[in-house]
């Protein structure tokens, strides 16, 4: 049994907004990104996971537990970042980590304490009068504090500036070496390649690929850029690698998987200078955005 299963889904809220038969698992100490363009569904999936809100057709379970019918139990072992913080501002930081403490029954703060120290947070100050940056380190502080075998993150790091993005990374690992399961919402590509083992990508409400973060890193393209001594050599080469490109004496060239091939080819030219650039993480993120699979 995986500890998040997502059955086929929809909350169709009409004009096609929503979420329609989605379907995902996490298993057991794994870190899944949840990604997807503005207004693609992650906050819908994410509410039904935590029972907020009904699905109209299929199930959603945590530890085997149905998330809407038996939402208490299940909340009860979530650490939870909502997308958007509803705080109360007239209340100091300190105030507000402690209201929900009470709220969750957690009596030791010592991890709560950990955590603010850890992310540099002044919790004195009231929450009307923090930042964007200061009010979700108070998110992650509450979500963390709880030391919960699962935590459901719904743009963990939205505000946050490099250095505390960089933290957050840290607490992610800590939390996978603690076995714990993740799901994370993200739109910091950057984030996702250091922190996840898979990524479910979801577009219009449906999920368009479902991939391993090893898997994505081989498949990453590489951009060759080859400058040849004479302008005769490069079409002939061009004329070997016909979707390359040619400009005068420099041949561009992009490629998937082993060099071996292209090297070998190389050698029987007279090259005055070569320039390699792997695809990034976003590159290839931004091609499913696109909706192009291939
Ligand atoms: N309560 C609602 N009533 C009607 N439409 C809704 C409701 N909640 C969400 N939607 C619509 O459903 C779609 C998915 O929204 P959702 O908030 O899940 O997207 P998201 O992937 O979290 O986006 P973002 O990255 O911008 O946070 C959007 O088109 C949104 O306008």
Redesign the pocket.
Known sequence: MSVIEVNGITKD?GNH??VFDVNFTVEKGEVLGFL??????????IRQLMGFIKPDQGTVHIQGMDCFKNAPEVQAQLGYLP?EIAFMDDMTGMDFIEFVANMKNIQDMSKAKELIEFLELNPKNKMKKMSKGMKQKIGLVIAFMQDAPILILD?PTSGLDPLMQNKFVELIHKAKKEGKTILM?S?IFEEVEHTCDRVVI?KE?EIVATEKMEDLRHSRRKYYEICFHDVKEATLFHQQYPESQVRDTVVSLSLQGSADTLIKALSQYTIDDLSVRVQSLEELFLHYYGGNQS
């Open positions: 809220y907004q929503g997807g363009p503005n207004g693609a569904g992650k906050t819908t999936t997308g743009e919402s739109h979801i409400g």
